[in-house]
């Protein structure tokens, strides 16, 4: 229980230092964000009393202190480009980001240990080859071709699938999930082989077999259990380059996700927005590992007792 | 363990539906156009608009243009050419000094809230806009008075006089003859003064922003769509399109994958390649081309402090190296117009008589070498808004290999756009490629914003310099004989164009769409905008 | 047993144990000469316009692979491109190894505050979406490619530094290391003699293994327009750029994918392959 709440702690400090040097990187910037969001048009007296009015002629220090004491209020500050409040953006747009991230994990998983246990059981046989090859193929490929392809091959050629996923419900998911899931099942498969060809190697699988049990049951009650560990842990991990993989998605696939939104921070210069949109996926990767971590440490039995 | 491989399973089930749960009832964009609500107009925006709110924005004119009116509209008629019609003006008149404008309102307009329209928020319109410290105040500071009423010694705009409930009057501060022209444009939106004083969140909800025109705001996802819908209130006729989506889909070529697969009724053709569009568009779906002109112009301005720019040898130079005719065939296939000056063909004045300096690349570089520069030593940079369009890029490119081929050596830079923005604002550019739409049909829109004061020819045509000049251009709105007007301008425009070779005309385009099969015909905007007006759409 | 002998039969048991990697070896070598080669090889510049009346032209003796948007020959563009990807996938990686080999070794060797500064700020960095902080760097330095160089070292040396720490932890305890510091070797001499070499094969593999992704990292970005920017030759850029012609002139954007795709795949397999033979543990982690 108390290395949980050590972990809590540990949290809550990189969470600040997150914070913390999102908003040092961003101060360092050119450009004036307000000509952006009043347009070419606007006049130069109409720019500066905007200016004034969101605190930017304040000092570094005073802009921190009401940026931070915002965020512990909820409030992230207003965007530039949009024009509205940050937090509503990121309530708007995280959802769809959370569906595709969702969406992807499962085809990974799906993909990655059905493959994984096909080429551990098979090792060094042909399927084993083929899926390890394909598998390092999947982590190869850049996220933005596998989802250019699909979209030609899918959407436009065959006509399968919507082009862009903005509004098109559930069926809109599919492809962009697989695309953002591709990488991911790669390197859950290669794990999924390479720790269940060592699981198989136990004695205590051999006993099993001797014992007469099939071998599908072998894999499935004694030795994936010892497998899955390991996978879990990896799960949390792929939480990060999910929400990487999901920008470049988002952008193909136009869906209104928190990755689009940081891309188009980006290009508005819209500070409180990239600022929002970084400091939410960063918070949401830290709490995905807090979250792993203590179902592992309950999980994991060995783990239980060394705490 | 079970339990663990149990707890896994739910876990993931639980996932699924959260995941396929979520957008099922929202229905299908790809349904074939069969399936498509009958009346619904659906299109798609690279960027979604920050405000509905005029006062606040010069650009995101999409919604005000089509749930407000002005009190005048430009008409495009069938033979391209342009009238200026009243809307919820009816009538009006001129005093003969052309500083008294006198406006009879329509009768009966009501607003989609059902507060009918006075002439006091015709009054409360152009106070706003001077007092609400918005962005669009050039046009109401033109009345008599407005510059007080700005800086708070006047409580009232003194030049504007209601007579009663539909009867006005408008006193200028000087003569303008393009104050009619002014008025078309979306900036020039009628609000409603009752329900201002109610509202809370004008241009930002929904619910809030009311307005006369055909249709009425709904739904407004930020980032992700915005819905009109038919005002049932409205006084005109009844529209064909009883609802529009606008989708931000902020990737052109998935604007157009969409609309090969059926997703849009309307695609706008100007952020796509003409190569595309001449390949696809004018193949496979030639007969569902429409062409808007656009009523503005691609330009090439040189800052005249540069070191070599300054020199008129120079500029004139560039303008003889700059081989339009190419860029008008490779970039645009076509579907431009050569533009020799700087007011644009459409646009009242426009003189086709102006000629450009001949193209020659040996010309060119003896004008260099005359002027003692040697091969290679004149050189500047070229700031790219990174934003711009892959048309305009395209013509950075191959304007910066034909300079080169005379001899003058050009780096393009590309900037995001506030920094480019930035940039030319601090007059330090050396030298751009942009765009200009006119927001009205008058000369003075585009000669008074380049060339009528040194703040304006700092920034638009970085550091103009001569003085008198500038004067004329700012004199010029003031002549009431338009005859006369109109030969001032072009008299300016010639010696800017040809003798101090201040500016490089470049091009005009054609402003494309593709209308999809449930569309019958569409016109649109008069100005060339990416905007239009949803009634001017007829659905099949 | 010498480094050089060390080195050797490294090689020997890799061109023994897994001909993939050597393959792999000798495509990456393959697209080193291309790279270094590419201005003997092409008759054109890599933002030359070539013809601008013929641009998004098809295939031809001219132009092996066409010509782009601009009418700039794709092939030129491909060359001077894996100069780019290259450069990314080594630059940073290299200032990213020697930074977090650094940094990791004086953590685990001298513990203490030291240690909890660095692992904190590792954890912190660690902490972001790669791709997310990488944007953010991005968005400060401006555009250029030594920014990206910068940006992907940042992203880079925390794990780095991780798995360096753990090792030194271990390495600590080691005998000689003990017996070193009985003799009263000094604690920096003792990092740079008597821990960094051992913490070589390990790095090696990292090495390997991080430059596809610092590649894979770079075509993101420029990708989504946030890398190199134009009329430099990038693939990613060119992705991003031919994504527009993918149905009327699919070779723009499909060529540098899967020029991308292979050279990922030769790191990959040669980066596996080192693995195996090196560092058999480190596959777990």
Redesign the interface.
Known sequence: MSNIIRRIGQTVVILLGVALLIFIMLRIIPGNAIVTMMGEHANAEAIERMTAELGLDQPFYVQFWRYITGVFSGDLGTSYSLNRPVGELIATSFPNTARLAIAAALFAWVLGIVCGIIAAVRKNGILDHLFMGVSLLGVSVPVFMVAMVLQYLLAYKLDLFPISSGNAGAIGYVLPAIALGWNSAGSIARLTRSTLAEVLQEDYIDTARAKGLRRLPVITRHALRNAVLPVITMMAVQLSSLLSGAVICETVFSINGIGRLAVQAIEGRDIPLLQGTILFSTALVILGNLVADCLYSLLDPRIRKEV | MKKLMALLLALMMTLSLVACGGGESEGSADAPASNVEAGLLRVAALYDITTMDVAQTTDNYMVPMNIFDRLFEVEVQKDGSTEIVGSLCESYSVSDDGLTYTFKLRDGVVFSNGSGLEASDVQYTFERLLTAGGVNDDIPLEVLGAEELKSGAADTLAGFKVTSDVDFSITLAAPNAGFIAELTGPAMSIVDRETMAEVQNFGIACEDTIGTGPYKITEWVVNDHYTLEYNDKYWGEAPSVKKMVVSIIPDASTQNLMYQNGELDILDLEYLDSAIVESTYKTAYADRIISGSRVGLTYLAMNANHEYLSDVKVRKAVQMAVDVDTIVASVYAGDAIVENGIIPTGVWGHNDQLQRPAYSVENAKKLLADAGYAEGEVKFELAMDSSSSSNTQLVYQLIQQQLKDAGILVEIKPYDESSWLDLRKSGEMDAFIANWTMDYNDPANIMYTFYGSAEKTKLRSLNYADEEIMARVAAASGITDDAERMAEYQALEKKIVEEDAAWVPLLGNMHLFALGERVESFVPYWAGYSNFYAKDVQLG | MTEQNTFRSVLCRLCRENKLAVFSAGVILLFVVLAILAPVLTPYGYD??VN??N??APPSAEHWMGTD???RDVLTRMLYGSRISLLVGIVPTVVSMLAGAVLGILAGYLGGRVDSIIM??A??ML???????A??????L??GIINIFLALALVNWASVARIVRAETLKLREAEYVEAARSIGVGRFTIMRRHILPNCIPSLIVLFTLNI?SAI?SE??LS????GI???MASW?LM?N?G??????N?WL?LAP?VA??LI??AF??LG?GLRDVLDPHL??Q
Do not use: C, H, W
């Open positions: 030359e316009i601008a009346a641009r998004l948007e601009v009418g904190r700020l954890d912190i902490a972001f979406p790669s791709m997310l902080l944007m953010v760097i991005m968005y400060t401006g555009d596809p894979l075509s993101s990708f989504l327009g946030l920017q134009k009329p990613g992705v750029t994504r527009q012609y993918l149905y009327t699919p954007s994918s991308i795709m990922v795949l990959n397999f596996d596959k777990k």
